[in-house]
Every structure is written in C-alpha cells, then in structure tokens.
Nanobody, 120 residues
Framework: VQLQASGGGLVQAGGSLRLSCAAS???????????MGWYRQAPGKQRELVAV???????EYGDFVKGRFTISRDNAKKTIYLQMNSLKPEDTAVYYC????????????WGQGTLVTVSS
C-alpha cells in the first residue's frame, strides 16, 4: 500500500487544520481491514504517536492531544483524516500517516510527511 498525506501548512496558534492520508494500490477490502494512524516528529525530537484508529473502530490518542484532535476514516475513499483544533506552537512537526494489517506501533507502511507549522 502507498500512503499519501496532505493538508499541512502554516496556521496561527488557536487555529485548525485537517490532514488527509489516502491509500493507493490497495483494494477497498484490504484498506477496511487496516489499522491506520498518525505520528509526528518535531525538530530534534523522536517520532511520537498522535492517533490510531484500528479496523474495528477503536481509537487511541497520544496524551498530549487532550481532546484537541480527532482521527477518522472513510473506508470508501480509502482515506483517514486528522482534524486538529486549538493548535499550539508545540504542535509544529512533520506529520506522518502509517498503516498496516497488524500492530502499527511496531509494523506498517509509512506515508511521506506533511509539515504543520503553528505560529505564536
């Protein structure tokens, strides 16, 4: 599967962005069975989990999200989304999507990143 992330950009603190990640080279039934997620990596920091949605609908968020972000998926479009509200300068990072049929905290395919910059 090939993952294509988009939607990053420059936003002021307190603003919102919506990221998308579309899967290509994947048939619909396979995508529907995939666990999908978003990670981010800020300059000089390790990559960290932002949110995960598994094939069964279970969702988990990183502790720092605190109700500001929402992950969702549209299996018909083979796409996942990350709605980010109340953005903070510390949310500035390259955001990556990841997907796989197993535990994506350990395995899976990465998409290219999309840069989110939050100005103060």
């Amino acid at each position: 599967v090939q993952l294509q992330a988009s939607g990053g950009g420059l936003v002021q603190a307190g603003g919102s962005l919506r990221l998308s990640c579309a899967a290509s080279r994947s048939i619909l039934s396979v995508f529907s069975a995939m666990n999908m997620g978003w990670y981010r990596q800020a300059p000089g920091k390790q990559r960290e989990l932002v949110a995960v949605t598994n094939a069964g609908g279970r969702i988990e968020y990183g502790d720092f999200v605190k109700g500001r972000f929402t992950i969702s998926r549209d299996n018909a479009k083979k796409t996942i989304y990350l709605q980010m509200n109340s953005l903070k300068p510390e949310d500035t990072a390259v955001y990556y999507c990841k997907g796989g049929l197993g535990d994506i905290t350990r395995f899976g395919s990465w998409g290219q990143g999309t840069l989110v910059t939050v100005s103060s």
